[in-house]
């Protein structure tokens, strides 16, 4: 009896774990090199606590003339009688795919659940776009290719449609010496192969076999992402110089990431997990965490964006070793007089780049006395690198390789921008403890003089603390800076968004021992609001907007050319 229950026991932990493993995953081929996943049902009920129903929203879209009332019977027909079970999530999946004449194929499928095969067969048959067109059955699927590199296939349980996109490129002939166009590529046989192998693969040839994709499951969410380096390995192959084990380096490399609507911001938890020698580098050349005092005395309150890094510069170090090319890329700088020791030992790690004031440009003519300052333009925005020195044998070495190229100008201790960066418009200075590059030279002078304390929100700074890099970004700040030069139509949109977001704050840790663990929120103004309800709001207006603009090109185009718009025009 005890063993009895125990073999229940276990057998209801495994299925409860299968159960963790959408169904749909033994469709997506495991070199699949993104894919996004969404969970209808899940943001459906969130949006109905929050008192929008779908019936709301698309009206909202909709309005009531004649043009869409048609666009909306269409929409409804194809939400009620398409077959489709809008219930299940959705899985946006991406390969890339090399030919053997080198050129490449990107795919992008779209897989959602399907609840009446006949149905669907019968919805597609009374579309316009469907004449001429046969739905061709296989033992596995049925499908039909609407266009050019366009597929719709389907089972009892799935619908998949695929955008495949073949480019081509003219092939160099050595021996006539001169580019050729490669044979036409089959892109419909290639497209049928790809598809008839979703449904006919074996479990082990999918990403139901890829624990870190089935694993990202187990915490519940509103969506997903997943991503491989192992779609990258076929354009490796492509390089004209190949490196010792840079494909071991590169293969095996994942990135997934929970997606989830809260109250107030929209947050996205991502995991990173390197292989095994990618894991001994960052191990070996572990990285300290970001130093805040670089941002601390920024002169400005109107702060537009953030980027901090601290990383440990020998791990560039460590990479060139493992990848055998160390005497390599010191052979190749030998006649410049420094070394890849010199290079990633000039700095010491720390970085930290501020942007503020950031607008569209424009006079201010309440500050303009006279015609030619009227014409002269407001500086686009103020900002900050700061980029401490590490080695400093090293740094100087770099910095009067430059000035010796006419790059920079030394004084003294000093080295400043030479002509080619002054006609840029930024103001570099450097010595043996700090390489600054501002907007100006007066910000410049103002950060070092730490007269002024940054305005950032105090909720972000406590978010950045122990992190290794840093991003934020002050999207309702932005937006005010726009608006203020801005025309009345841009400024209808600005104000929408403006009253929708507040900031982004990215951050990522160092590695400790197994994975990456990195986060971003993208914070609302409304925050006791669910964000996906808040966000919503924001989309419709924008559907809204674009169908009205595309209604107005139409009409310009009726009016231009009564009879259609000539093939020649469509074609360029």
Known sequence: MHNFLLVVMVALVLTSCKNNTPKEAKYIPKDAGFVLVLDPQ?????????????????????????????????????????????????????????SADNSQANIFSLLGGLKDAAKLEAFLKKQDMMKGKEIKKEKDYSYVVMHDGVMVSWNDQQVIITMYN?????????????????????????????????????????????????????????GYTYSSTNSSLAALSMMPLQLPKLEELVKDNYVTSALSFDDGKIVAKSTSYTNQLLSSVLKQYA????????????????????????????????????????????????????TSQDLYKSLKGDIAVIVSDLNIG????????????????????????????????????????????????????TYKAGELM????????????????????????????????????????????????VFYFDIAN???????????????????????FKDVIATSDNFDGKSIKASIEIRMQNEKQNSLVTLTSLLTDIAVDMRVMAKKEKETEEKLFPGGVPAIIRTN
């Open 42 to 98: 899940q943001m459906q009920d969130k949006l109905q606590k929050g008192g929008i129903s779908i019936d709301t929203l698309i009206s909202r879209v909709f309005k009531k003339d004649s043009s869409d009332a048609k666009d909306k019977a269409h929409f409804d027909d194809l939400r009620d009688n398409a077959g489709i079970n809008w219930g299940n999530q959705v899985f946006l999946f991406m390969q890339q795919k090399k």
């Open 422 to 469: 002054s006609a840029l418009g930024l103001f570099m200075i450097a010595d043996d403890k700090n390489l600054f590059i501002a907007s100006d030279s007066a910000t410049y002078r103002e950060y070092i003089a730490k007269s002024s304390k940054a305005m950032i929100n105090k909720e972000a700074l406590d978010m950045f603390k122990g992190k290794s890099t």
């Open 362 to 413: 424009g006079t201010d003519p309440q500050n303009k006395h006279d015609e030619l300052g009227m014409m002269k333009k407001k500086p686009i925005a103020k900002m900050i690198l700061n980029a401490p020195v590490g080695d400093k044998a090293s740094f100087t070495k770099i910095m009067d390789k430059a000035v010796a190229q006419g790059f920079l100008v030394k004084q003294n201790n």
């Open 287 to 338: 990285g300290p965490t970001v130093n805040l005092s670089m941002i601390e005395n920024y002169p400005s309150q109107n702060i537009n964006g953030i980027l901090l890094a601290a990383f440990n510069p020998e791990i560039f170090g460590g990479i060139l070793k493992q990848l055998e090319v160390e005497g390599l890329v010191n052979n190749f700088l030998e006649k410049s007089g420094f």
């Open 478 to 500: 932005t937006l005010n800076g726009f608006s203020r030069d801005s025309s009345g139509s841009f400024n209808h949109s600005i104000n929408t968004a403006k009253a929708t």
């Open 166 to 222: 073949h480019t081509q490129k003219p092939v160099y002939d050595t021996v006539a010496m001169t580019f050729k166009q490669p044979a036409p590529a089959h892109t419909e046989a290639e497209m049928k192969k790809e598809v008839e192998h979703y449904y006919t693969q074996k479990v082990n040839e999918s990403l139901a076999d890829v624990e870190i994709f089935t694993g990202m499951f187990k915490e519940k969410a509103d």
